[in-house]
C-alpha cells in the first residue's frame, strides 16, 4: 500500500472550492449545463483535507462521492451557487473557484414543462448572463486586503498563456490556473499552467489527485503566514 503523507501546509486554513458544472432550467425537467466532471475540484478538495484544511465544497450536479473530511454544498444553478459561496467566503482564506459555471441563463424558466403545440415551432429561448460568482469574491474587502488568496480556473481552446494572463487581470485575482488541452472534461489526468505576478510555472501531465495536491502547494507557498 502506497500512503502519501502530506505535509500539513494548510493547518489552521479554510479553503472553499466550487467544483462541477452549474445546470440552469429551462422547465421543471430541462435544462442548460455543460460537461465539467468535477474531478479536478473534488481532488482539490481532498488534497486541501490532507493538507489539513478545513474545506467547504460548493458542487453542482455531479456523480462523484464526497471526499473524507470534506463539508459538501450541493448546488444547481449559478445563482445558487454563488449564494452558498457568499455564505462561506467571509470565513475562508483560501477561495478557489475550479466550477466550470454557466456563463449564461434562460431569461424566464417556465414553470410548467414546455408542450409541443403540434405545429412544429420551436420554443425561442432568452438568455441573460449569470453572475461572476469569481470575480465578485475577488473584488470583496477581505480578497483586496490579502486575507482570502482566490484561485481562478480557465479552459481555453488556443492561446491559453495570453488568455490566462487577461482572465487573471479581469477577475482580479492572483493566481490564474490554465488547463493544458485538448480537452480536459471528464479525463483523469490533466496538466496545468499557473499564471501568478512572478510569471507562469508549468504542473506537467499527471493524474488529477497528483496535480491537485501540487496545486494545493503551490497555493500553500502563496498565502501569507498566518
Ligand atoms: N467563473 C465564476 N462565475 C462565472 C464564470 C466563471 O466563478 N459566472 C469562474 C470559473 O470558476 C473559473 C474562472 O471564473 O475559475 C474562469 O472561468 P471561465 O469560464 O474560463 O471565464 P469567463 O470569465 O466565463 O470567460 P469565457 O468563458 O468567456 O472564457
Ligand atoms: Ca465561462
Redesign the pocket.
Known amino acids: 500500500v502506497v500512503r502519501h503523507f502530506q505535509p500539513k501546509v494548510l493547518s489552521g486554513r479554510h479553503v472553499l472550492i466550487?467544483a462541477g458544472p452549474t445546470f440552469e432550467a429551462i422547465d421543471p425537467v430541462r435544462g442548460l449545463t455543460n460537461r465539467s466532471s468535477g474531478k479536478m475540484g473534488f481532488a482539490l478538495a481532498r488534497a486541501a483535507h490532507e493538507a489539513g484544511a478545513q474545506v467547504t465544497l460548493v458542487a453542482g450536479p455531479v456523480a462523484l462521492p464526497t471526499p473524507r473530511g470534506v463539508q459538501r454544498v450541493d448546488v444547481m444553478s449559478?445563482q445558487d451557487?454563488?449564494r452558498a459561496?457568499q455564505a462561506s467566503a467571509d470565513a475562508a482564506d483560501v477561495f478557489?473557484?475550479?466550477?466550470?459555471?454557466?456563463?449564461w441563463r434562460p431569461a424566464n424558466a417556465a414553470g410548467q414543462k414546455i408542450k409541443k403545440d403540434g405545429s412544429g415551432e420551436v420554443p425561442a429561448l432568452a438568455f441573460v448572463?449569470?453572475?461572476?460568482?469569481?470575480?465578485?469574491?475577488a473584488q470583496g474587502a477581505r480578497a483586496k486586503g490579502g486575507a482570502l488568496y482566490c484561485?481562478?480556473?480557465?479552459?481555453?481552446s488556443h492561446d491559453l498563456l495570453a488568455?490566462a494572463q487577461a482572465?487573471r487581470a479581469?477577475?482580479g485575482v492572483p493566481l490564474?490556473?490554465g488547463n493544458i488541452g485538448p480537452d480536459t472534461f471528464g479525463r483523469d489526468d490533466n496538466a496545468l499552467l499557473l499564471v501568478d505576478e512572478g510569471g507562469t510555472t508549468e504542473l506537467p501531465r499527471d493524474g488529477k489527485l497528483a496535480l491537485a495536491r501540487r496545486l494545493v502547494a503551490e497555493i500553500a507557498r502563496r498565502l501569507p503566514r498566518g
Not at 96 to 103: F, K, N, P
Not at 129 to 137: F, K, M, S
Open positions: 466550487t449559478a451557487m454563488q459561496v478557489i473557484a475550479a466550477a466550470a459555471v454557466a456563463d448572463e449569470n453572475p461572476d460568482i469569481l470575480a465578485g469574491v484561485v481562478g480556473f480557465a479552459a481555453e488568455h482572465k479581469r477577475k490564474l490556473v
